[in-house]
């Protein structure tokens, strides 16, 4: 499958958040704090973006072993999933694998290639600090760049596309 307009989302404790790019280029991002709440509201919001989007494909993390993601944040990647299913957009799952020493690391080297981005760069936090609400936006693009190189690679994705 040659996909031109991706979607990825990812979701963490209290933020759901996607990257969406054409052919490569990042376009748009966001994330919703609602969307976290609920099955429902995870659902809805992702059909909404999925909607308004319309990508070739969703692409979700990849969460049925080995990740630190707990029961509720996977429940709602499941959410999205299945809002995918219905609307018949192809949807892939990643297994996140960490090329850096750390999210923030991660998003400096992001927002280096997608520069549009870059104001939205959180910094660092402090061990005592919540973590900042923009890293959703770059876990997001993470999961799009790594099926783009495993694409390039040959490797498709972690569990297929549906």
């Known amino acids: 499958m040659r996909a031109r307009k991706i979607l990825a989302v990812a979701a963490a ?4 958040g996607f990257a969406y790019l054409n ?5 748009d991002w966001g994330l919703s704090v609602k969307a976290s709440k609920s099955i429902d509201q995870a ?21 049925d072993q080995g990740t630190r993601k707990g029961n509720h944040t996977r429940l709602l990647i499941k959410a999205v999933k299945e809002a995918a299913n219905e609307l018949n957009i ?4 990643v297994v996140r694998r960490s090329r850096y020493p750390n ?8 927002a280096q290639e997608f520069p549009q981005i870059e104001p939205w760069l959180p910094r660092p936090r402090k ?11 770059f876990e997001a693009l993470a999961l799009a760049k790594g099926w783009l190189a495993a694409r390039q690679k040959g490797l498709g994705s972690a569990d297929g596309e549906n």
């Open 127 to 137: 061990i005592w600090e919540p973590e900042p609400r923009n890293v959703i936006y």
């Open 23 to 27: 052919g490569g280029q990042l376009h």
């Open 43 to 63: 659902f809805a919001q992702a059909k909404a973006w999925l909607a308004y989007y319309r990508p070739d494909l969703l692409i979700i993390e990849h969460v």
């Open 13 to 16: 404790s209290g933020k759901v």
């Open 90 to 93: 192809n949807c892939a799952s």
């Open 103 to 110: 999210k923030y690391a991660e998003a400096a080297a992001l």
